[in-house]
């Protein structure tokens, strides 16, 4: 079993505990709110990343560190789950978690996520065309476009909707290329 599938397996119950909940309290879109803005502030902060993952330092420190910088920016539902998540020494899946969460609702919401990864950035007009396509291509009422800049990509873009990829790249049309006269 690899490693992802492992986070993923310990991630999903927590993410789905954390649904069932926020169905019941009718928080849904408060709860996603709040854990977007945690994972953009981890995704910001690679030395709250580097502390949270830590074994070394005590679980004590790591929890008022949590309740300093969101006691009164989140529910407090979530500020419990962040608390618990390092007694059980489960904080460094917490990007994993919050993922699934986002990933479950927008699923029950029928979102379809789009993750692009382009050379350089769009425009509003080139992602709001890019979203109205993929409206067309999965038939959905409502799209989140992930936008990821990839200069390693030369030019063009990457479109990851589900399990399907779209290869629009420079790069990518490079190493189709290299692959056909490697086999030739």
Not at 176 to 181: A, G, H, P, T, V
Request: glycine residues 2%; hydrophobic residues 45%; positive net charge.
């Amino acid at each position: 079993m690899s490693n992802q599938n492992l986070k993923e397996r310990i991630a999903v119950p927590y993410a789905e505990a954390l649904i069932a909940i926020a169905q019941k309290t009718n928080l849904l879109s408060e709860i996603s709110k709040d854990l977007s803005s945690i994972a953009m502030i981890l995704s910001e902060s690679k030395d709250l990343q580097l502390l949270l993952s830590n074994p070394l330092i005590n679980t004590s420190i790591k929890k008022e560190i949590l309740k300093q910088l969101f006691e009164n920016q989140v529910h407090a539902f979530i500020l419990n789950l962040l608390l618990v998540l390092v007694d059980r020494r489960r904080i460094t899946f917490l990007n994993i978690i919050i993922n699934k969460y986002l990933e479950l609702t927008y699923a029950l919401e029928s979102i379809t996520i789009a993750e692009l990864f382009s050379a350089v950035e769009l425009s509003e007009i080139q992602q709001e065309n890019l979203i109205i396509q993929v409206k067309l291509m999965t038939k959905s009422n409502s799209v989140k476009l992930v936008v990821n800049k990839d200069p390693d990509l030369i030019g063009g873009f990457i479109l990851k909707i589900g399990s399907k990829i779209i290869d629009a790249s420079l790069s990518g049309k490079l190493r189709k290329m290299s692959l056909y006269l490697n086999t030739n």
